[in-house]
């Protein structure tokens, strides 16, 4: 699919995209590029306080607040947490996504990572990326067929381990050291969710603990500060490494 200067980064949840690959985003907006970040959910299972229509609006404003950082478009689904399922229903929400957005790169969530509605947005978005050409195949809405498959990214999974904890190889770490502080204000504004990251998954803060992860990953290619990828070169793809060719 030709650069048609739109890219398109879905997370399962808020705050999903800013720890694995907003520095990339930001990166990719400075040169010029129209960004949209969408998730699958507004995050209304992320509080032990409030009730979930509470925090899914706290979490949507949050998610919008972080993409307005880099002057980015935020898009919810409006599936619920742990309840996003791989089913024809969701996928032709994933298409519509695809069609409306009309991305020529996406970035999603690894096929394999730590729970289940992460690798069920990937598989979905790998599904719609495919299947948004196909003028037969209906989305959810009336939105044109796009006119190719875009380049796929898949982001690092959480931590960058598969699921026995054993390191996940990246084909490619793009150098985000110079916008690691845009990365740093995108990830602060989901300021709802650091009691709910100490008390579910034992994180103290969550910043560390995503600085943490991006010196690991930038260090092993030479930098100070890395997000880790992997292109989906399937057929019919696309096969050229364009979000090389365009961080680097």
């Not at 996504?97 to 990572?113: C, W």
Request: aromatic share 8%; proline share 4%; hydrophobic share 35%.
């Amino acid at each position: 699919m030709d650069d048609n200067g739109r890219i398109l980064a879905v997370g399962a949840h808020p705050d999903d995209v800013e720890f694995l690959c907003a520095g990339t985003l930001a990166i990719l907006k400075q040169k010029g590029y129209d960004i949209t970040i969408a998730t699958m959910t507004p995050g209304d299972c992320g509080s032990v306080e409030c009730s979930a229509e509470e925090i899914a609006r706290i979490r949507r404003g949050e998610a919008a607040a972080a993409a307005a950082v880099i002057g980015a478009r935020y898009i919810c689904l409006e599936e619920r947490d742990l309840a996003i399922d791989y089913d024809t229903r969701t996928r032709r929400k994933v298409v519509s996504l695809i069609r409306e957005v009309n991305p020529f790169l996406v970035l999603t969530h690894a096929l394999q990572d730590y729970m289940a509605d992460h690798e069920i947005t990937g598989r979905l978005v790998r599904d719609a990326c495919f299947a948004a050409p196909i003028p037969n195949y209906g989305g959810a809405g009336n939105e044109k067929a796009t006119t190719g498959i875009p380049y796929l990214y898949y982001c690092d999974p959480i931590e960058g381990v598969d699921y026995y904890g054993n390191r996940v190889p990246a084909q490619l770490v793009v150098d985000i050291s110079a916008v690691i502080e845009i990365k740093t204000q995108m990830l602060a504004c989901h300021d709802s969710q650091r009691r709910w990251l100490r008390r579910q998954h034992g994180m103290d803060h969550y910043i560390e603990h995503m600085l943490s992860w991006s010196r690991q990953r930038g260090q092993e290619a030479g930098f100070a500060y890395g997000e880790g990828f992997v292109q989906h070169r399937g057929h019919p793809y696309p096969q050229e490494n364009k979000l090389l060719e365009l961080t680097t």
